[in-house]
């Protein structure tokens, strides 16, 4: 009978924890919000040529977003580019060494019957050497030219930006022909695939909540639904003056149907 008042006693200790947590979150505060904000600006200075997105754009990861006046380096860096693929100084000294390589080959056994003087051995065998040296000189030009090419395609690269996430455009200033500085931003994109929601639970909820746990969230109204968030952040810091403590999570939002912003009510799944 004891064992038995027992596993009752664990049975209803789980119900009793849920329900005082759903006591505890019905009066949570809870907000929806883009779960980054990037403020995107050119690593270098100059006169915005394009911008490619406008306020409310998607945007997607790796996707270029505003591109600087750069003809110049791209000029640079095409000139770079065809010397670094050009093999013609390198044929060219190939060709001298094949035909120093022959002279000298005619000369030696000349030079061993007496019929050349040493002399002209010396100066086919210098010829030679010279031509050797000239083909490693030319390849090494061409190896340099490539880290040449290199250089200035970063430095016309970084007359770009790109944005590293999946997002929306929130703010678009300065405009083009305007002037960029890396130090103040050009696009400003909030990532909301996925969402954070942040939610501010009293201390009594401090033990019955961890990461991992999900919830149901859900935004207000007239977006509404119901959402499924997982928790990724327990703040191990409480508020002495409030009592309160932030729970972090992320909401997938896979369509996007959710926008940032939103007020929300939570209730953590068991």
């Known amino acids: 009978m004891t064992k038995l008042l027992f596993a009752l006693l664990l049975l209803a200790m789980p119900a009793r924890a849920n329900e005082r947590l759903d006591a505890l979150t019905a009066r949570a505060s809870c907000l929806v919000e883009a779960n980054r904000i990037i403020k995107l600006s050119v690593p270098t200075q100059g ?10 754009d998607r945007v997607r990861a790796g996707a270029l ?7 110049v380096e791209r000029a640079m860096y095409e000139a770079a580019r065809q010397r670094a693929e050009s093999t013609a100084t390198i044929n060219a000294r190939r060709a001298e060494l ?22 002209q ?14 083909v490693e000189l030319a390849q090494l030009e061409q190896r340099l030219a490539v880290f040449e090419a290199q250089r200035l395609h970063a430095t016309y690269l970084r007359r770009q930006a790109s944005s590293p ?50 919830a149901e969230i859900r ?48 209730r953590f799944l068991d």
Request: hydrophobic share 45%.
């Open 65 to 71: 977003a505003v591109e600087l006046e750069s003809e």
């Open 165 to 214: 996430v999946d997002g929306v455009v929130t703010k678009v200033d300065p405009h083009p022909g305007e002037y960029a500085d890396p130090s103040a931003p050009v696009l400003t994109i909030a990532e909301i695939r996925p969402l954070r929601v942040e939610v501010y639970l009293p201390l009594e909820a401090y033990p019955l909540v961890r990461a991992g746990m999900r």
């Open 219 to 266: 935004p207000q109204e007239p977006i509404g639904a119901v959402h499924v968030a997982e928790v990724v952040t327990r703040d191990p810091l409480i508020d002495s003056a409030s009592g309160l403590f932030q729970l972090l999570l992320l909401l997938p939002n896979a369509d996007e149907s959710v926008p940032s912003g939103l007020r929300c009510g939570i």
């Open 47 to 56: 006169i915005i040529s394009r911008v490619h997105f406008r306020r409310g």
């Open 98 to 119: 094949v035909n120093a390589s022959n002279k000298l080959a005619r000369i030696r056994p000349l030079a061993a019957q007496a019929v050349s003087s040493r002399q």
């Open 121 to 134: 051995l010396d100066d086919a065998q210098s010829a030679y050497d010279q031509a050797v040296a000239g």
